[in-house]
């Protein structure tokens, strides 16, 4: 979390949306000390806050003239727009922080859509889950007008550990949805691992601690990697592409030999295909980037 809250410690403070991630940074915000209005379509969901210390503003309108700063948490970017975009809701001046996940499309798009009716405007996405809110391990991304978010960091530091990625309103939901497509690639090759040692009597318990390890080894090569990239130039330093193929091939036939689906080795080895086709056998694993960089099609 940040630590400077001494310019803020009181800063009036509107959540909308307690969902069960509202309701956690409505928690935060009053823990934190600050004079928390809260509103929800479901308004019997503002009883516990409320009990807490919370003010229950009877209309969006009412609860967006209450703070000076408005955090907004709903399912989607287009409950955010339903939400705020009724007739007496007048943003003109306000602070909007908007948590809803969703695309960098849909946060510029509102960030257009939010600047128009007067509203200062930070985009935000939470990599955490609700218990973790209000403490140092929930991390919180941001991205909007740099001014914006240091004048409200402190404020929103009760949240978590706040991250400014920068102007671009789109990044704090494209760090979001890189995050996703690490977790899910993680655990699916997590995943296929369990499902293949399953079938030599090996449980996912046994497994588990030997695939963290390799998961920790594979996470210290990214840096190296990501200079490659970053360079443009992919030599061979540990091994050629050409090698994984060929290992590929053995994951492929042990899968389909002991029956455990082998879609997602026939994935990396179709991709691995190209990038050899392509004339890049002889360079190191990140030079794939390139078949990641075009839509499957191309
Ligand atoms: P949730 O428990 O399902 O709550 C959804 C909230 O959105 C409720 O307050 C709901 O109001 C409100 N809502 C939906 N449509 C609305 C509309 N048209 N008008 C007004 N309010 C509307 O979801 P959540 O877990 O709090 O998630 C909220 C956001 O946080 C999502 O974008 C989610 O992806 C993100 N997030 C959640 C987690 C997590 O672990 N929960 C982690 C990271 C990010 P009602 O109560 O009236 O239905």
């Not at 009053?30 to 806050?49: C, E, F, I, M, Y």
């Not at 409320?50 to 700063?69: C, I, K, Q």
């Not at 939470?126 to 914006?148: D, K, Y």
């Not at 939901?173 to 090759?189: E, H, Q, R, T």
Request: with cysteine; proline share 4%.
């Amino acid at each position: 979390m940040t630590d400077n809250n001494t310019t803020a410690s009181a800063t009036p403070v509107t959540v909308l949306g307690l969902g069960l991630m509202g309701q956690a940074l409505a928690d935060a915000f009053l823990k934190a000390g600050h004079p928390t209005t809260v509103w929800n379509r479901t308004a019997s969901k503002a009883d516990r806050l409320v009990a807490g210390g919370a003010r229950s503003a009877p209309t969006v309108a009412d609860a967006v003239r209450a703070g000076s700063l408005t955090v907004v948490c709903v399912t989607d970017y287009a409950a955010v727009r339903d939400l705020l975009g009724a007739s007496d809701v007048d943003l003109a001046g306000t602070t909007l922080v908007n948590l809803t996940s969703g695309d960098s499309a849909q946060a510029r798009e509102t960030a257009r859509w939010a600047g128009e009716r007067g509203a200062r405007y930070l985009d935000g996405a939470i990599m955490a889950v609700p218990p973790v809110i209000g403490t140092a391990e929930a991390m919180i991304l941001h991205s909007g007008p740099r001014s914006v978010f240091e004048e409200y960091a402190s404020t929103l530091g009760a949240l978590g550990t706040l991250t400014h990625l920068g102007e671009d309103h789109g990044l704090a939901s494209l760090y979001d949805v890189a995050g996703l497509a690490m977790m899910w690639g993680v655990l699916n090759a997590w995943l296929q691992g369990t499902a293949l040692l399953r079938t030599a009597g090996v449980d996912a318990a046994t497994y588990a601690p030997f695939a963290r390890q390799i998961a920790a080894v594979v996470a210290e090569w990214l840096p190296g990697y990501a200079e490659q990239i970053d360079r443009g130039s992919f030599p061979a330093e540990v091994s050629a592409l050409e090698t994984d193929a060929r290992a590929m091939t053995h994951l492929i036939e042990e899968s389909e030999a002991v029956g455990v689906n082998a879609e997602l080795p026939k994935l990396f080895k179709a991709m691995a295909d190209r990038a050899i086709a392509a004339g890049h056998g002889a360079e190191q694993y990140p030079v794939l980037i390139e078949e990641f960089t075009k839509p499957a099609d191309a």
